[in-house]
Nanobody
């Protein structure tokens, strides 16, 4: 079992930055691919970014390319999401997830491919 706990969310003005962290406990997450997803009120959960288990590859949703950066520190069992140039439409609850699947496929952006999920952290961007 893997337990994931997100932190770092909060209220920020448009154009600002936040860094989300996802701390893992239980089994080490070094062998899992890690992803960030988000869900805004009244909307379905959507994929944001993912990083492969050895951090050699990353993948982003088009709407965050150039603004968000996902990274991981396997020694610390932690995954990060650096979010810059935030927009009001980025307001959502952000979830991290861990999964073991074949990386170079659409699974990396499919929430159903991830086995473990955190409880989420709220990000609110004011205009």
């Amino acid at each position: 079992q893997v337990q994931l706990v997100e932190s770092g969310g909060g209220l920020v003005q448009a154009g600002g930055s936040l860094r989300l962290s996802c701390a893992a406990s239980g089994r080490t997450v070094s062998s899992y691919h890690m992803g960030w997803f988000r869900q805004a009120p009244g909307k379905e959960r959507e994929f944001v970014a993912a990083v492969s288990w050895i951090a050699s590859s990353t993948y982003y949703a088009d709407f965050v390319k150039g603004r968000f950066t996902i990274s991981r520190d396997n020694a610390k069992n932690t995954v990060y999401l650096q979010m810059n140039s935030l927009k009001p439409e980025d307001t959502a609850v952000y979830f991290c997830a861990a999964g073991s699947f074949y990386w170079p496929t659409t699974s990396r952006s499919n929430g159903g491919a991830y086995n473990y999920w955190g409880q989420g952290t709220q990000v609110t961007v004011s205009s």
